[in-house]
């Protein structure tokens, strides 16, 4: 069964940089899209960014465009976000997930992984 550990979370002054890692295995990922989302308390989860396993291809929220980068390691199965100019806004939990189909609607990610705190203070 597909299983997702996200790690890397922690607490980063505004204008920080963070990288977050999300190890997959389980699966053999060349026909899926892999995501991050991210949640707060009392708020809906949030797309934050995807990639095309097999070809690379991106897709970013608007909100950070420019400033997150999301990668991956085929041989190590690791998904990756690399997360600068972070701003108090960016305080969640992050979560990464797979899915068979394409999107941003986190209702049609199958697998996710436990989530890793992100904390930004001024």
């Known amino acids: 069964q597909v299983q997702l550990v996200e790690s890397g979370g922690g607490l980063v002054q505004a204008g920080g940089s963070l990288r977050l890692s999300c190890a997959a295995s389980g699966s053999t990922f060349g026909g899926y899209s892999m995501g991050w989302f991210r949640q707060t308390p009392g708020k809906e989860r949030e797309f934050v960014a995807k990639?095309?396993?097999?070809?690379?291809?991106?897709l970013y929220a608007d909100s950070v465009k420019g400033r997150f980068t999301i990668s991956r390691d085929n041989a190590k199965n690791t998904l990756f976000l690399q997360m600068t100019s972070l701003r108090p806004e960016d305080t969640a939990v992050y979560f990464c997930?797979?899915?068979?189909?394409?999107?941003?609607?986190?209702?049609?990610?199958?697998?996710w992984g436990q989530g890793t705190q992100v904390t930004v203070s001024l």
């Open positions: 997930a797979a899915s068979i189909i394409s999107g941003t609607n986190a209702k049609n990610y199958d697998y």
């Open positions: 990639v095309w396993w097999s070809s690379g291809n991106t």
